[in-house]
C-alpha cells in the first residue's frame, strides 16, 4: 500500500494543545481519517476531513489538510491526560484503510 | 449493539501449531476487515470481505495465513504452521459500508505470541 508517515512520539503537559503530524503518498485517497487507540482496545474513529476541505473543526479537535504536500495534522486544544493514546491517520485506499504506524501521545500532569 | 467480538483475547502457542483467530462483525455490516499490529510494521491490511467474499487478500504474508467467511456472522483468520514472527495483535474490523463512505468499527484485538 501507500505509505503513511506519523512521528512516532509526542509529549505535552496537561492543559497545553497537541500537534500530531502526518504525510501520505497516496493522492487518490478522498478522505483522510484520524483514529485514537487507548491501551488494550481497537481502534476508535475520532475524526476525517474530505480531500477538497483545508480544515475541519470538532469540538478540542482541529484537522488541518495541505494537499498540496500531502500533509494532515490532528490538533487537540486543551489536553487532558484522558488525551493519551496513540493516534494513527489513514487514507482510504479503495475500500479499505491505509494506516500510519501511529503516534503515542503522552500527556502529564 | 455489542460491537464487533474477537476471541480469544490472547493467545499463545508453539512454533510450527495452528491457530485460529475469530470475528463476529457488527450485525448488518457488509464489510469485514482484517489487520496484524506490530511495532516495526504498525498496522496492516491483510484481507477484506463483501457480503462473505474476499476482495483482496494482497496482505495476506504468505500461504501459512488463511481466512474464510462462511457466513455474515463469523469470520476466521488461521495461521498454520505459526512461526515466531507472526507474534502480533490481530484486529477485526466491520462496516456497514466500505469506507470512505462509513466508519470502520474495531474489534479489541487477539494478542498472538508465538514462542
Known amino acids: 500500500g501507500e505509505d503513511v508517515e506519523q512521528s512516532l512520539f509526542l509529549s505535552v503537559r496537561e492543559g497545553d494543545s497537541s500537534v500530531i503530524n502526518c504525510t501520505y503518498t497516496?493522492?487518490?485517497?478522498?478522505?483522510l481519517y484520524w483514529y485514537k487507540q487507548e491501551p488494550g482496545a481497537g481502534l476508535q474513529l475520532l475524526t476525517y476531513?474530505?480531500?477538497?476541505?483545508d480544515m475541519k473543526q470538532d469540538q478540542r479537535l482541529t484537522v488541518l489538510l495541505n494537499k498540496k504536500d500531502k500533509h494532515l495534522s490532528l490538533r487537540i486544544a486543551d489536553t487532558q491526560t484522558g488525551d493519551s493514546a496513540i493516534y494513527f491517520c489513514?487514507?482510504?485506499?479503495?475500500?479499505?484503510?491505509?494506516f500510519g504506524k501511529g503516534t503515542s501521545l503522552l500527556v502529564t500532569p | 449493539d455489542a460491537g464487533v467480538i474477537q476471541s480469544p483475547r490472547h493467545e499463545v502457542t508453539e512454533m510450527g501449531q495452528e491457530v485460529t483467530l475469530r470475528c463476529k462483525p457488527i450485525s448488518g455490516h457488509d464489510y469485514l476487515f482484517w489487520y496484524r499490529q506490530t511495532m516495526m510494521r504498525g498496522l496492516e491490511l491483510l484481507i477484506y470481505f463483501n457480503n462473505n467474499v474476499p476482495i483482496d487478500d494482497s496482505g495476506m504474508p504468505e500461504d501459512r495465513f488463511s481466512a474464510k467467511m462462511p457466513n455474515a456472522s463469523f469470520s476466521t483468520l488461521k495461521i498454520q504452521p505459526s512461526e515466531p514472527r507472526d507474534s502480533a495483535v490481530y484486529f477485526c474490523a466491520s462496516s456497514k459500508q466500505g469506507v470512505p463512505m462509513d466508519e470502520q468499527y474495531f474489534g479489541p484485538g487477539t494478542r498472538l505470541t508465538v514462542t
Open positions: 476531513i474530505f480531500s477538497n476541505m
Open positions: 497516496d493522492s487518490s485517497s478522498t478522505y
Open positions: 489513514a487514507g482510504n485506499s479503495g475500500y479499505a484503510l491505509n
